[in-house]
């Protein structure tokens, strides 16, 4: 049985790992976070199974955004000023530090295709804030064509515990290298390091600089990004 794109088995395993994440972020001060995905469209539950080829047919209204995981739908929420804001500096510092290098940063709205398939069968298709890709091979003009080396989500007031659980379980499951959560309310980075199934992680505050693993020479300067 299937049930948001996981079996019944992995949710009870998703579900004990998920209580060991809760207390974790409780641990640095986290209560509350934002919508980086909202619940499943009514319209498209029914369909229960929704590809990139399906997804590129929608007629969406303007300022509409959807993502699709394991082939459900999820609408996404509008960002805030300040969530744009954050978005942008951080943006800004790794464009800057690019410049002329083989990686290329991506904000948001950009269409990251996971688990690629040419004949668009592949049904999980993210929007994360910041996406990194080094691979020219993955860049197309849709979009990330794989799992991009590092992404990139900020936070706002108001998500569920299970959801940035599923989001951080299908980019590890993609193969994404590094992975940052950023929290605004707390003005806190959560690092995480995927090996396989395996994961470090490292936490950074308001006046710390985070180095990128993937990008030796590069560290982020968390201070101008909390800002706002």
Same mark, same amino acid.
């Given at each position: 049985?299937?049930?948001? *794109?996981?079996?019944?088995?992995?949710?009870?395993? #998703? #579900?004990?790992?998920?209580?060991?994440? #809760?207390?974790?972020?409780?641990?640095?001060?986290?209560?509350?976070?934002?919508?980086?995905?909202?619940?499943?469209?009514?319209?498209?539950?029914?369909?229960?199974?929704?590809?990139?080829?399906?997804?590129?047919?929608?007629?969406?209204?303007?300022?509409?955004?959807?993502?699709?995981?394991?082939?459900? #739908?999820?609408?996404?929420?509008?960002?805030?000023?300040?969530?744009?804001?954050?978005?942008?500096?951080?943006?800004?510092?790794?464009?800057?530090?690019?410049?002329?290098?083989?990686?290329?940063?991506?904000?948001?709205?950009?269409?990251?295709?996971?688990?690629?398939?040419?004949?668009?069968?592949?049904?999980?298709?993210?929007?994360?804030?910041?996406?990194?890709?080094?691979?020219?091979?993955?860049?197309?003009?849709?979009?990330?064509?794989?799992?991009?080396?590092?992404?990139?989500?900020?936070?706002?007031?108001?998500?569920?515990?299970?959801?940035?659980?599923?989001?951080?379980?299908?980019?590890?499951?993609? *193969?994404?290298?590094?992975?940052?959560?950023?929290?605004?309310?707390?003005?806190?980075?959560?690092?995480?390091?995927?090996?396989?199934?395996?994961?470090?992680?490292?936490?950074?505050?308001?006046?710390?600089?985070?180095?990128?693993?993937?990008?030796? *020479?590069?560290?982020?300067?968390?201070?101008?990004?909390?800002?706002?």
């Amino acid at each position: 049985m299937r049930c948001g *794109g996981v079996d019944k088995n992995s949710t009870k395993n #998703a #579900a004990s790992s998920l209580w060991i994440y #809760a207390k974790k972020v409780d641990y640095f001060g986290v209560t509350s976070y934002t919508v980086i995905m909202a619940d499943a469209l009514e319209e498209y539950t029914d369909n229960g199974y929704w590809t990139y080829a399906d997804y590129k047919a929608w007629e969406l209204k303007p300022g509409e955004r959807y993502e699709i995981i394991h082939g459900e #739908a999820y609408a996404m929420s509008a960002p805030n000023a300040s969530h744009q804001a954050m978005l942008m500096e951080m943006s800004r510092q790794f464009a800057n530090f690019l410049v002329g290098k083989q990686c290329k940063v991506y904000p948001a709205p950009y269409d990251v295709r996971l688990f690629y398939e040419e004949d668009e069968s592949d049904t999980t298709v993210v929007q994360p804030d910041i996406s990194v890709v080094c691979d020219a091979k993955k860049r197309g003009k849709e979009g990330c064509r794989g799992a991009p080396d590092l992404v990139v989500e900020i936070l706002s007031p108001s998500n569920t515990a299970i959801e940035m659980q599923r989001k951080f379980e299908v980019y590890r499951d993609a *193969g994404v290298t590094e992975y940052w959560i950023v929290n605004s309310e707390y003005k806190t980075l959560t690092v995480y390091l995927f090996d396989g199934e395996k994961a470090t992680t490292r936490t950074y505050r308001e006046k710390d600089s985070s180095p990128v693993t993937i990008l030796e *020479g590069l560290s982020i300067e968390l201070e101008p990004v909390f800002a706002e």
